[in-house]
């Protein structure tokens, strides 16, 4: 397994472009915790905070494929350094109105939905330079899961570090450390041989693909609608183990160790899914992931105490990132060079979109039924959207299929960021 991963590292320019973006998106685990915790102070009224924290969410998420679209027309030279700048002169606006106490909700709120629409997408670039740096599919999905388990622990890391910075600062230094750690990386990231002499794939919309997005999301929508699956499931167990926890009389504490073995269940899925070289075709096993998924939260329905369900937690995790790895994958290899970007951009709205509505749900349902009740529902509804994954896996085949001898060198993309 560590000859496997350390030979993705010894990749031309991987190391320092791998390392370069990580730092950059752990802006993103750092300044969410950051704004919200910062607008609760300056407005003092938790509706605010979270009709500002929605509005964030909101155009980072949904407006993903449209920034990962600029990376594909323009290069991400071209389009990274602008959206660099809109981002942190946004949050560096919105530091200065949250440092005291007293902001108007609706500067708040503007200047936190520009923040998130400007957001550079790391995540999605790297996986589409992992494509280029990557000479074969199975060292590609050493490299994607690589990256999905180094974002997993990016996610953890960040609101430690967010719980260290309020201890001993104002909540608004969390926003701009999160500002110069997405300045550093980003900049790191651009100047790396691996991104400079990446020229725009052009014609973004001019393609078979279309001028808009919707071709290839029509292309893409099997492993988009796997990834929903899978981000309804993570909604639903964030919310779900606080009310077990809850209705256990267990402390807020426990619930941290719960959601910890989830991540480190995820972290280890995804070193085992990348240290074997796959015969299953990629649509079937991610069908099986999905369905595995849901199996693991028709399991947490039968736990009797905390116990069993960080066991539970801890096999649902297993197969969160090789799902996600698996589906980045799939959509990467059914697009054309100049939709690379957006593909794996549209997987990770997928995951977001569906982690937002699974919370909403899960809220909903947990007060009006058992938590029992609420995990089978949910389990069920993610085992039965499972086969749709797999739907095609002998069928018409990927676009590239026919390409695959001349372009054995970039056959797909990742996770979460």
Not at 105 to 122: K, M, Q
Not at 271 to 294: K, S
Not at 368 to 386: E, S
Request: include cysteine; charge should be positive.
């Amino acid at each position: 397994m560590s000859a496997s991963y350390a030979r993705v590292l010894r990749l031309p320019h991987a190391r320092r472009t791998f390392a370069a973006a990580l730092t950059g998106r752990l802006s993103y685990g750092i300044v969410p915790l950051s704004v919200m915790l910062s607008v609760t102070r300056a407005s003092g009224s938790y509706a605010v905070a979270g009709t500002v924290m929605a509005l964030f969410g909101g155009t980072v998420v949904f407006l993903a494929p449209a920034r990962a679209a600029l990376i594909d027309r323009h290069g991400p030279r071209r389009a990274l350094v602008p959206l660099l700048v809109a981002y942190t002169s946004s949050l560096a606006l919105l530091t200065a109105a949250v440092w005291r106490p007293g902001a108007p909700a609706y500067l708040l709120g503007a200047l936190t939905a520009l923040a998130g629409a400007c957001v550079p997408p790391l995540g999605p670039t790297m996986r589409t330079v992992w494509g280029r740096l990557a000479p074969d599919r199975a060292l590609l999905q050493r490299a994607y899961s690589l990256d999905a388990v180094a974002e997993e622990l990016l996610f953890v890391t960040g609101p430690l570090l967010v719980g260290v910075l309020v201890g001993v600062a104002v909540p608004a230094a969390g926003i701009v450390v999160g500002a110069v750690l997405m300045v550093a990386g980003a900049v790191g990231f651009v100047s790396s041989p691996a991104v400079r002499d990446m020229a725009p794939a052009g014609g973004a919309g001019t393609s078979a693909h279309g001028k808009a997005g919707r071709p290839v999301l029509r292309r893409i929508a099997r492993p988009v609608t796997a990834a929903l699956a899978v981000g309804v499931a993570l909604g639903v167990l964030d919310l779900l183990v606080v009310v077990f926890a809850e209705r256990h009389h267990h402390s807020g504490a426990s619930v941290a160790w719960v959601l910890a073995a989830l991540s480190a269940g995820s972290a280890v899925g995804g070193l085992l899914n990348g240290a074997v070289d796959w015969r299953t075709p990629a649509p079937t096993r991610l069908a099986l992931l999905t369905a595995g998924l849901g199996a693991a939260l028709l399991g947490a329905a039968l736990a009797p105490g905390l116990g069993l369900l960080t066991l539970t937690m801890t096999i649902a995790g297993l197969f969160v990132s090789p799902a996600i790895t698996t589906a980045y994958l799939i959509a990467d290899e059914r697009v054309t060079d100049e939709a690379r970007t957006r593909a794996g951009a549209w997987v990770n709205t997928a995951i977001n979109a569906g982690s937002t509505a699974g919370t909403a749900a899960a809220g909903v349902l947990a007060g009006r039924l058992p938590v029992a009740v609420c995990f089978a529902l949910a389990g069920a509804a993610v085992v039965l959207v499972a086969p749709i994954a797999a739907k095609g896996a002998r069928g018409k085949g990927a676009l590239r299929a026919g390409t695959a001898a001349v372009e054995e060198r970039e056959v797909s993309r990742p996770g979460p960021g």
